[in-house]
């Protein structure tokens, strides 16, 4: 029987406790956290997106300012509110809603939000430092993955990790996070990625497995071995007339077949997602306290 690891009550439980912490420090005469956005364009999902974090902010007792900038909006003009939030000891986390339109430059702006503000964990000095073990911002939802391991007492150190997907914002890190010699970690980690040959005979030697290639359904019962723990990053929308929206959400892995041979598994939705949002709380907060970078 496997143990669901259930991300929307795991999350309620931390903005609760993030919520009890904005609290003390009030009490005591600090200020709240601030989270600042950079919202460029009408894109329906970073709409969506922005507006969540802005309530979840509100949840907890944060601070929050939204920038809405044009769709055609200047790269000097961006980079110039990036520039200005930076300097401003008010605001202590800044995130600039991704994608932006084609023809800005993203990389750019990522490298020109201070370190000590990047609560998204983009910026190269954050991805750098988190790789040789120092503080650092971790990215939402690495950091989402980490602690709903910790949290479900997941064991990791010496086990096979087995990491589906290699992009810069979930792969790439979650790998070399599970890899540190900390807990959760000390795993022996492979990463997987559209080019390895014979993927199952990687999945079925995993003890965990993070499938993050985005990819409904992808991962099935025959690809892994009785007993894994499997962390389903994948979120797709697939037309659905079943569902009064004509949509239904599915993950990267087919739990119907893979969770009778689980230990523990993360529904879709339900499981990582929610975990995002409050790791970027946690980061602000952290950025308030000056934990990071003293
Ligand atoms: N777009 C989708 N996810 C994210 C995120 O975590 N941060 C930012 N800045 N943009 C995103």
């Given at each position: 029987m496997y143990t669901l690891i259930d991300g929307k009550k795991t999350s309620a439980e931390i903005r609760e406790e993030i919520r009890r912490e904005v609290a003390e420090i009030r009490r005591q005469g600090g200020k709240a956290p601030h989270l600042a956005a950079i919202l460029v364009g009408h894109d329906g999902a970073s709409e969506t997106y922005v507006a969540a974090k802005e309530k979840a902010c509100r949840e907890v007792g944060f601070d929050s300012t939204v920038i809405r900038l044009e769709e055609d909006v200047t790269q000097e003009e961006l980079l110039d509110h990036v520039r200005h939030i930076n300097e401003d000891?008010?605001?202590d986390g800044l995130i600039v809603q991704?994608?932006?339109?084609?023809?800005?430059d993203e990389q750019q702006v990522i490298e020109t939000i201070r370190p000590e503000k990047d609560v998204d964990g983009f910026h190269p000095v954050n991805v750098g430092r988190m790789t040789i073990g120092l503080p650092a911002f971790i990215s939402a939802t690495p950091a989402g993955i980490l602690e709903l391991l910790r949290r479900y007492k997941v064991e990791t150190g010496g086990k096979h990790c087995v990491v589906i997907g290699r992009s810069n914002i979930v792969g790439k890190p979650v790998s070399i996070l599970l890899s540190r010699k900390e807990e959760p970690g000390n795993c022996t980690v492979t990463l997987c990625h559209?080019?390895?040959?014979?993927l199952t005979a990687f999945t079925r030697q995993a003890d965990i497995i993070i499938a993050?290639?985005?990819?409904?359904?992808?991962?099935?019962?025959?690809?892994v071995k009785e007993g894994v723990t499997v962390i389903d990053v994948g979120i797709t929308r697939v037309r659905s007339d079943k569902t009064r929206s004509g949509w239904k959400l599915y993950g990267d892995v087919d739990f119907e077949t893979v969770a009778p041979k689980s230990r523990f598994i993360t529904p879709?939705?339900?499981?990582?997602g929610p975990m995002t949002i409050v790791s970027l709380l946690r980061n602000t907060l952290l950025s308030a306290q000056k934990v990071i970078y003293p």
């Open positions: 000891p008010a605001v991704l994608p932006l339109p084609a023809h800005l559209s080019r390895t040959h014979d993050a290639l985005g990819k409904a359904r992808f991962l099935t019962g025959e690809m879709v939705p339900g499981g990582v």
